[in-house]
């Protein structure tokens, strides 16, 4: 096999995500306080590992290169967006609505045809993209069979509406 035909194995997924942060209570009162993940271990006043339903950490949080550091500037190379995967709609109207009465602003909500999002900026300006998969069923295709992924405004109202349910 030449190496352009090589492919990742089909269950390999995206494990962690590491970010430098400038300070890491501010940080944990946002990705525990706010979104509710878990901390699974804290390293001193230095690191932390928090998680989802108990895995050992989706998300590390450290200050060993950037304690007390700027943002980064929003024209500059580095990460655009951390992305997690809400099990159901309904889930991610839950954290919509807490996030709107926190009054923690976002800076955008979109429809993708495959996933309705909604976006934010963490404490030390990483993108963090809060968002559900639709049933692969109802992932629109193009006429050639692939996927059709657009961005439209998404119908915040109707997503709300999945907690009177």
């Known amino acids: 096999m030449s190496d352009s035909e090589y ?4 269950n390999t997924s995206i494990g962690h995500i590491h970010l430098k942060v400038a300070d890491l209570q501010r940080a944990l ?3 525990h306080g706010l979104l509710g993940f878990e901390i699974t271990t804290l390293y001193g006043k230095e690191a932390a590992f928090i998680s989802a339903g108990g895995y050992h950490h989706h998300i590390g949080l450290n200050t060993w290169q950037s304690k007390n550091g700027p943002r980064p500037p929003k024209n500059s190379t ?3 967006h951390t992305a997690i995967l809400y099990p159901t709609r309904k889930d991610l109207a839950q954290i919509l609505a807490r996030l709107r009465d926190a009054g923690y602003p976002l800076t955008g909500a ?6 309705e999002a909604i976006y934010l900026d963490d404490p030390d ?3 963090v993209e809060l968002y559900w998969d639709r ?3 109802q992932w ?15 119908d915040v109202q109707g997503l709300l509406s999945e907690l009177a349910s």
């Open 7 to 10: 492919k990742l194995p089909q």
């Open 29 to 31: 009162d946002f990705y």
């Open 78 to 80: 580095g990460l655009f």
């Open 110 to 115: 979109a429809d993708h045809g495959v996933s």
């Open 125 to 127: 300006g990483n993108g």
């Open 135 to 137: 049933p692969r069923e």
């Open 140 to 154: 629109p295709k193009q006429a050639d069979g692939s996927l059709e992924i657009y961005t439209r405004p998404l």
